[in-house]
């Protein structure tokens, strides 16, 4: 089944750290892939649309210069927090499909965390 | 505007009995998608099972099964035969019409299953 990976699992780091993400599709490839962001025991939301070989689409709120997203290929999209902050800590999960209209797969989440 | 409600924060089930959880949502477009997910205390999404808005049966995998009632809006996921493994949060999602074929998904709040020998 499709596979979607998603590194690193966990980041502790100092404020105003800038911060990679990756996500990627394993044995599928993925022109759009979906960045989700999960506050505790709350419901995921979804940050932004990254479409493989253009910009990404932001939803409303989300600020574009601070998560920047990257998908340079079909298999690889990376969420970049840039100088983050302790409001910044959170879970970030991404998803992607392997064919359109099909359930999407999750990689497994990454607990940022900012000191 | 496109909506999920989840009107359960947490439900408790004892082992071995069937559970309802419950999934209503909004929308005005004729084709869509529900989605049902598993994310344990470990985080990772696992995808459950799956109704189509044109599908005229309801959907089962093993032993989940999705309650469709089209006129009421509403997709119930109903766990048969709980396991202790079970125990987790329980998510109803709901794809956009195919938009540019974009696959966006609008997540419920989600209920929190607990299984109790």
């Known amino acids: 089944g499709a596979v979607v990976s998603q590194h690193p699992s966990r980041v502790i780091c100092k404020s105003g750290t800038s911060v990679k993400i990756e996500c990627r599709s394993l044995?599928?490839?993925?022109?759009?892939m979906f960045w989700y962001r999960q506050f505790p025991k709350q419901s995921l939301m979804l940050m932004a649309t990254s479409n493989e070989g253009s910009k990404a689409t932001y939803e409303q709120g989300v600020e574009k210069d601070k998560f920047l997203i990257n998908h340079a290929s079909l298999t690889l999209s990376t969420l970049t927090v840039t100088s983050a902050h302790p409001e910044d800590s959170s879970f970030y999960i991404c998803?992607?499909?392997?064919?359109?209209?099909?359930?999407?797969?999750f990689g497994d989440g990454t607990r940022l965390s900012i000191l | 505007a496109q909506k999920i409600t989840q009107t359960q924060p947490g439900m408790f089930v004892q082992e071995k009995e069937a559970v309802t959880l419950d999934c209503t949502y909004d929308t005005s477009d004729q084709s869509y998608g529900l989605f049902w997910y598993k994310q344990p205390s470990s985080g990772e999404m696992i995808f459950l099972i799956y109704q189509g808005s044109y599908d005229e049966q309801n959907a089962t995998e093993g032993r989940y099964s999705l309650n469709f009632q089209k006129a009421r809006k509403s997709a119930n996921l109903v766990i048969s035969a709980s396991q202790l493994g079970d125990s987790a949060m329980y998510f109803c999602?709901?794809?956009?019409?195919?938009?540019?074929?974009?696959?966006?998904?609008?997540f419920g709040t989600g209920t929190r299953l607990q299984v109790f020998p």
């Open positions: 998803s992607a499909s392997d064919r359109p209209n099909q359930p999407q797969h």
């Open positions: 044995d599928f490839q993925a022109t759009t």
């Open positions: 999602a709901m794809r956009e019409a195919a938009f540019y074929n974009t696959d966006k998904l609008i």
